[in-house]
T-cell receptor, first 116, second 115 residues
Framework: EAQVTQNPRYLITVTGKKLTVTCSQN?????MSWYRQDPGLGLRQIYY???????DKGDVPEGYKVSRKEKRNFPLILESPSPNQTSLYFC???????????????FGAGSRLTVL | AQSVTQLDSQVPVFEEAPVELRCNYS??????LFWYVQYPNQGLQLLLK??????LVKGINGFEAEFNKSQTSFHLRKPSVHISDTAEYFC?????????????FGKGTKLTVNP
């Protein structure tokens, strides 16, 4: 089944304890992206990657890191989590058709992170 | 740059009633438009999209949307809703030019269908 898999789905952690949220897709998609969803704010892009070893900042990158060493994986790293990073996180991917913004995103099921 | 405004944060309706979820966008270039749906405790999935051609777009589960360039709108409609349509709906826009994949989402509209 074609899918985007995120782990963990739920995590409670404490301020300053490094954590990684993994994201893996099995569709050979070139484009991958991380979003955070907060009540009343919708989805905001954190980082995205156009291909292996190519990553760039989205709208809210502060406090996050990413890497894209393999096509299928795009982990989100919180080096020193803070309470304002408590949120619902989504990873998404798409095949790049050359039409840029026409690409349809496939989303993971989400990772709910609580930072105490 | 693009932006999206979803005019209603919450829309309660009764089962079998019609519904319209409103979306307006702003862009200096021509756009692609999308509606995504998020069912409780799930990720987002595509409902429908407008890329080009007919301005009336039909999607899954009986939903449709109409692209109105002069009004810069892309409202979502369904003539008769079911309990199972209870979800959050997101309008999204991306620019046609420059090959950018950047997708800008609205803040979402929570549709609650009551029996």
């Amino acid at each position: 089944e074609a899918q985007v898999t995120q782990n963990p789905r739920y995590l409670i952690t404490v301020t300053g304890k490094k954590l990684t949220v993994t994201c893996s897709q099995n569709m050979n998609h070139e484009y991958m992206s991380w979003y955070r969803q907060d009540p009343g704010l919708g989805l905001r892009q954190i980082y995205y990657s156009m291909n292996v070893e190519v990553t760039d900042k989205g709208d809210v990158p502060e406090g996050y890191k990413v890497s894209r060493k393999e096509k299928r994986n795009f982990p989100l790293i919180l080096e020193s989590p803070s309470p304002n990073q408590t949120s619902l996180y989504f990873c998404a991917s798409s095949i790049r058709t050359g039409k840029g913004g026409a690409n349809v995103l496939t989303f993971g099921a989400g990772s709910r992170l609580t930072v105490l | 740059a693009q932006s999206v405004t979803q005019l209603d944060s919450q829309v309660p309706v009764f089962e079998e009633a019609p519904v319209e979820l409103r979306c307006n966008y702003s862009s200096s270039v021509s756009v692609y438009l999308f509606w995504y749906v998020q069912y409780p405790n799930q990720g987002l999935q595509l409902l429908l999209k407008y890329l080009s051609g007919s301005t009336l777009v039909k999607g899954i589960n009986g939903f449709e949307a109409e692209f109105n360039k002069s009004q810069t709108s892309f409202h979502l409609r369904k003539p008769s809703v079911h309990i199972s349509d209870t979800a959050e709906y997101f309008c999204a826009v991306s620019g046609r030019q420059g090959g950018s994949e950047k997708l800008v989402f609205g803040k979402g509209t929570k549709l609650t269908v009551n029996p």
